[in-house]
């Protein structure tokens, strides 16, 4: 069965850091591009940062520039999110998502606008507030 299953969301203090992990099954991640994606409540999915399957390449969003950062270990067939001084704004649902058909600005750099990507995993609610 091919799944993403995100991990290690939760409550955090404004200012402090979580690290978000994405574990691929059924497929093999160093084939895809990946994304990390949240969802504020009554606002769009929106594209946080991918990364391309080489590494190679990476894609932030403005408004989490110099604060989170992508990886990914292809070996354990996982990928990251390290996000440090979190903002309430950042508080969200956050997805990871897979598609071999897109490189990171493609996946993350315009609007999903329904885009039926590859793979989704379920979701991890990370809530930053004090």
């Known amino acids: 069965q091919v799944q993403l299953v995100e991990s290690g969301g939760g409550l955090v203090q404004p200012g402090r850091s979580l690290r978000l992990s994405c574990a691929a099954s059924?497929?093999?991640?160093?084939?895809?591009?990946i994304g990390w994606f949240r969802q504020a409540p009554g606002k769009e999915r929106e594209g946080v940062s991918c990364?391309?399957?080489?590494?190679?390449?990476?894609y932030y969003a403005d408004s989490v520039k110099g604060r989170f950062t992508i990886s990914r270990d292809n070996a354990k067939n996982t990928a990251y999110l390290q996000m440090n001084s979190l903002k309430p704004e950042d508080t969200a649902v956050y997805y990871c998502?897979?598609?071999?058909?897109?490189?990171?600005?493609?996946?993350?750099?315009?609007?999903?606008?329904?885009?039926?990507?590859?793979?989704w995993g379920q979701g991890t609610l990370v809530t930053v507030s004090s």
């Open positions: 998502a897979g598609d071999r058909h897109y490189n990171v600005l493609g996946l993350c750099g315009i609007p999903l606008a329904g885009r039926n990507l590859e793979v």
């Open positions: 059924g497929f093999t991640l160093g084939d895809y591009t």
């Open positions: 990364i391309s399957n080489s590494d190679s390449n990476t």
